[in-house]
């Protein structure tokens, strides 16, 4: 495998990336896309995920043999709840239930619920997935409602510190509340959907209502941030293969990672799609 610094002295990056595209599809049979973002370099809102993505999907999809199925290379820091969902209904409406979700390095928050729609995920001992708890005024859904639980609880046996709490409090919005109980809901749905739809479409409702708790409301999750390493998301219940065993894959995953890592570091683009045909689409700043 060659190092970053090897693809970097390459210095055509967008061919790169394509050449290990293709050599993954020859390994595996399978289609390949790579859906990334420069959000490592690039902390912006442009990096995640929108509804504008689907352009770059439907672009990379038209012309691929949908009975191959899809292994799909995910590195995206999340987005829109609600794009991601469409997003997760094109893919399946697409490919069925033969999709893998491969995270060479990262993938949170509606990464991992596209992640989780897969039958299974490809990661590796360094990757990792990561909450989906719903954001609410740019705070975690489930805080907002503890910080009104834990004023209601001191209120009662503490009167006095009713001023206190008023002060607090009134940093949120009217029906903030409302607001958080609608998202944490239609989380729970979105992420019920998905792993119903290959990972556990026998419906083991066991399993999904532990990994539902574990990744949008359990108290172990500290941050929407918070990474979840592959063996801590095999744990929580999570159909997980290690890419450590099989030596050749592992190594082609990691070049193209490192090739579109590249193709970021010399080009104005934040998200990038390709095929294993040589077909991509790039979002971004004109060069």
């Known amino acids: 495998m060659p190092s970053f610094s090897e693809i970097e002295k390459e210095n055509n990056p967008i061919s790169t990336v394509i050449s290990y595209t293709k050599k993954l599809h020859e390994i595996t049979g399978r289609n390949v896309i790579i859906y990334s973002s420069s959000f490592l370099t690039q902390d912006t809102e442009e990096t995640s995920i929108d509804d504008y993505d689907k352009n770059g999907f439907m672009n990379v999809i038209k012309d691929l043999d949908k009975s191959k199925g899809l292994d799909l290379i995910l590195h995206t820091p999340g987005g829109s709840v609600a794009a991601t969902e469409s997003i997760i209904d094109y893919l399946h409406s697409v490919f069925g239930d033969n999709i893998r979700a491969i995270i060479p390095q990262i993938s949170m928050s509606g990464g991992t619920m596209i992640a989780c729609s897969c039958k299974e995920i490809l990661m590796g001992k ?32 503490h009167p006095e510190l009713i001023p206190f709490w008023e002060i607090l409090l009134d940093k949120y919005p009217e029906n903030i509340l409302i607001e958080c109980e609608k998202a944490i809901k239609w989380s729970e749905y979105i992420l019920e959907k998905s792993l119903k739809y290959s990972m556990f479409k026998e419906n083991n409702e066991k399993e999904i209502n532990q990994i539902k708790n574990e990744l949008i409301t359990s108290e172990t999750t500290k941050n929407h941030s918070q990474n979840l390493s592959a063996k801590k998301c095999q744990e929580i219940g999570l ?43 790039a979002i971004g700043t004109a060069e």
């Open 126 to 157: 360094h990757s990792s997935l990561g909450s989906v708890d719903p954001q609410v005024s740019d705070l975690a859904a489930k805080d907002i409602i503890e910080e009104f639980e834990l004023a209601k609880k001191e209120t009662a046996t």
């Open 239 to 281: 159909k997980i293969k290690y890419l450590e065993d099989d030596e050749n894959l592992q190594d082609i995953v990691l070049s193209i990672h490192h090739a579109y890592l590249s193709y970021f570091n010399h080009k104005p683009q934040y998200k990038l799609f390709v095929n294993q045909n040589g077909e991509y689409y």
